[in-house]
Each structure stands twice: as C-alpha cells, then as structure tokens.
C-alpha cells in the first residue's frame, strides 16, 4: 500500500514537472513577436521551433509564409521567411496566424506575429513621354493585357522548393538613383501611377548583373517595361530588371550571383536610358533597398 503511496505521488510530480516544462516551452517558443511595418516594404521574420513539434505554418493576411530552415541546433531549428504589405493597404494593423502540433501531438493555433504599419512619405515626380505610352491604341492595350496575365501567372507559381539565400542580395548597380521607390508619378499630365522601383542611371550597354542567384522566369520584351527580365530566387522572391537594350538570358537558365542578365537601355515606357529594377515579395511590389538590408539581417 505505501509503495502504491509512492509511485503515485512520483506519478503526481512528474505530470507536474512535464505540465511545467511544457508551459515553458510555450512560453519560450509561442510568446507572440510585436513588429513595425512600412507600407510597400518587406520584414523578414526569423524564429526557433523545437525539433520535437511539426513543421509550422504561418499566414498572413490570408497568405501562406513560405519558410526555411536555416540553422539546426541540438534541440530546435531556426525559420526564417519573409511577410511583406501592400504599398496601397489602408490597413494599420494586422496579425499572422501559427499552425502546428507539439511533441503531444496537440494541435496549436494561434497569433504568432502582430504587426503595425509605418506611415510612408512620398514624393511626387512628373515625366514625359510619347503619348502612345499613356493614350494606348486598342491594339497596344490588347498586348498590354496579354503580357500582364503572363507577369499575374509566373508570380502565381512560385518555386516553393526553392530557399533565398541570406546575407548576398545586393543592389544590381552602384550608381546614381535618379527615381526612388514609392514615389508617386504623373505621366504628360494626365496619367497618375506610382512607382513600384527603383531606377538606376546607366549609359545604354551598361551591363546588368543579377543580384542573387536564381531562375530566370521572364525574358521579353514587354510593351511597358520593355525589354525585361524577372528571376525567382526562391521563397516568392522575384527581381525585375527593365527597359533592357538587349537580353543576355533565357527562361529556364539557371543563373549565379553576378552573372550579366542584359544591357540597360531605353526600351518601354522611358524617358531615358536607365535601369528600372523591381523586388517582388509575397506578391507585392516593395522597396528593393531595404529589403537588402533586412536579408543582412542576423535576426528578426
């Protein structure tokens, strides 16, 4: 009877125990992270997971984060993956959601990361150009409609399979910026759009590299972007390197850090030779600068 006694009171503690360091598990790995966001810019979110829980899931805004592993310590991983907002969102909060099960097999579902939006400032930039490029014909907006139904189904598919590479994004050119990203735009004083780049001055024949390794997605010439170029460097990571005087790659290639896409020029809608280069990130435009600069990032 005693011994009865005993191991049901060894019972009794040892639930307490695994009870205590489950909490601390959760409070160690589920804590929800408070972060800031610009409009049109992109955060990168790093976080450990216990080796003993499934592969979690996060979404955001109804959108599936495409993570990665890149460290794997004596008992958890390191994710990383990267939420990006809309440049045009009116929104001022909003919060991502976790799915997964810990070593019970219990499922977990919760808000993992809550996120403020940072006003952003935009300047206002007049061009102009010829007139065919804002007034289109009906056969020139039919191309148009063409290509942009290509550029919606490539970034529909991205390759999941596919990890970006952290710490060697870098910047396609050291030169003058002579339109930053997110300024708003006024084409012949009549068409308003805003600027989903950022552009380069370059000499036409410039030579273009790629600023990650990647895929090469798109290699046309489109009619407002002109000669064009878009790589996917994994995780939904794309760049756009435009108004190309000529094209160095094709779709399909596999391509290294640095390798030579193109030639800037002055094809498209410009105003003069330069390079217009995009950074796309979970389906939205953002600015390609800082978004260098969170993939330098050590952490979240």
Not at 112 to 137: G, H, W
Not at 186 to 208: P, Y
Not at 232 to 239: A, F, K, L, P, R
Request: proline share 3%; net charge positive.
């Amino acid at each position: 009877m005693i011994l009865k006694i005993k191991l049901l009171f060894i019972l009794i503690i040892f639930s307490f125990s695994v009870a205590a360091l489950d909490e601390n598990f959760y409070k160690r790995y589920l804590t929800p992270l408070n972060k800031n966001i610009q409009r049109g810019h992109a955060k990168k979110i790093e976080f450990k997971w216990p080796l003993t829980w499934s592969e979690p899931s996060i979404s955001c805004l109804g959108k599936k984060i495409l993570i990665g592993v890149k460290e794997k310590k004596i008992d958890h991983l390191v994710y990383y993956g990267f939420v990006s907002i809309s440049y045009n969102t009116k929104i001022k909060k909003f919060n991502c959601q976790l799915l997964s099960q810990d070593h019970h097999g219990k499922k977990i579902s919760q808000t993992f990361l809550r996120f403020s939006l940072v006003p952003f400032k935009a300047k206002i930039q007049i061009l102009n150009v010829p007139k065919k490029m804002v007034d289109l014909s009906s056969k020139d907006l039919k191309r148009y409609q063409k290509e942009k139904k290509r550029l919606q189904q490539i970034f529909s598919h991205p390759d999941i399979k596919r990890k970006f590479v952290l710490g060697q994004f870098q910047l396609p050119l050291n030169s003058v910026v002579t339109s930053p990203y997110g300024w708003k735009r006024i084409f012949n004083d009549k068409k308003n759009s805003w600027h989903k780049g950022v552009d380069f001055r370059a000499a036409v024949g410039t030579l273009i590299p790629s600023g990650l390794a990647g895929k090469v997605v798109l290699a046309q010439d489109l009619f407002f972007n002109g000669k064009t170029v878009i790589i996917d460097h994994g995780q939904s990571v794309y760049t756009l390197y435009c108004h190309l005087s000529e094209i160095k790659v094709k779709e399909g290639q596999e391509i290294g850090q640095g390798a030579t896409i193109g030639l800037s020029g002055n094809t498209g809608r410009s105003n003069g030779p330069h390079l217009h280069w995009g950074v796309k990130v979970m389906d939205h435009w953002v600015d390609g600068v800082s978004f260098i600069a969170e993939t330098q990032m050590s952490g979240s």
